[in-house]
């Protein structure tokens, strides 16, 4: 009998620590879809969107993003076909439903206004999300973001070249000619161990990413499409002038992956610019500087969420 009330209590514990742990779970979409979903943190409601493309939001959160909890409440979630998300339902995954998703999360919580945080491809997501639904922002931070896929792969390309001392080059102005060659250089990259560069000069950094990475479920269903789908080759940097919400841009000297000067083409009319120094995991190697420099820039903003 007492092991049996021992049992209980444990039962009743666990229960009461899962109460209290944070918000996460599949929100279903429209479609039927299944999003993976976690809410945590206070203030402010901050939504994530991950890169990749056909990443997810575990290791942004895991190497320190939830720092950000401390003045925002945070809210992750994997995109269709990522992570501990669904595949998409009918395989959508235009970039009609990726908005709708994020719109349809926001409404979940019930608040009228937030701050939308992208990192690397994420940055796409962002600006159409900010083109459709201005009046459900507070403000958009974007981290390390591309709003050219084809400027970014192509910085991509050049760096490798200088740092292999190679000559790879597209055999035409096709996007598929482009991937292609990439997917090539990217291999050369690999064989020599120098992978990590693209996202760190910090290997242990990269490694510690990977090692997240290794127990990601996904089946990868957006990653397999989403080079072939022409929307999201599209250039939208035409498209951050006509976003009127605060933007805060934050950008890494050593950034490879997306290109250094690519902010220079920015053209959002009120844009806050910071330049941090470090790679594609600003967000990790100069965390301090980076939790200082969003919560800086929230604290700019009328408190009206």
Known sequence: MKKLLALILVVIVCQSLKAQSSDQSLLKMQDGTGLFVKQSGNGPLCIFVHGGPGAWSKSFENLKGSLLEKEL??????????????????????????????????????????????????????VNYAARYPE????????NVTLHLSYSLQNQLTYINGLLGTTFKPENNSDSALFSTFLRAKQALGEKGLNYK?????????????KIDQS????????????????????????????RVPVLVITGNKDHSIGENHYRSFRFPQMTLKKIDG??????DNNAE??????DFVHQQPAEQ
């Not at 990522?82 to 998703?101: F, H, P, T, V």
């Not at 693209?198 to 990977?210: C, G, I, P, Q």
Request: glycine share 6%.
């Open 73 to 126: 409440s945070m809210v992750y979630y994997d995109q269709r076909g990522c992570g501990r998300s669904q595949n998409a339902a009918a395989d959508d995954y235009s970039l009609e439903k990726m908005i709708s998703d994020i719109e349809q999360i926001r409404t979940h919580y019930g608040v009228d206004k937030i701050y939308l945080m992208a990192h690397s491809f994420g940055g796409i997501l962002a």
């Open 279 to 284: 790679g594609h995991l600003l967000y990790y």
């Open 290 to 295: 980076f939790i200082r420099t969003v919560f």
């Open 198 to 210: 693209m996202l760190s000069d910090n290997k242990a950094h990269v490694e510690e990413v990977d």
């Open 216 to 243: 990601n479920p996904s089946s990868y269903g957006f990653a397999k499409v989403v080079f072939n789908m022409p929307v999201y080759w599209k250039n939208y940097i035409p498209l951050s002038e006509k976003i």
């Open 136 to 143: 459900h922002l507070a403000g958009i931070i974007l981290a």
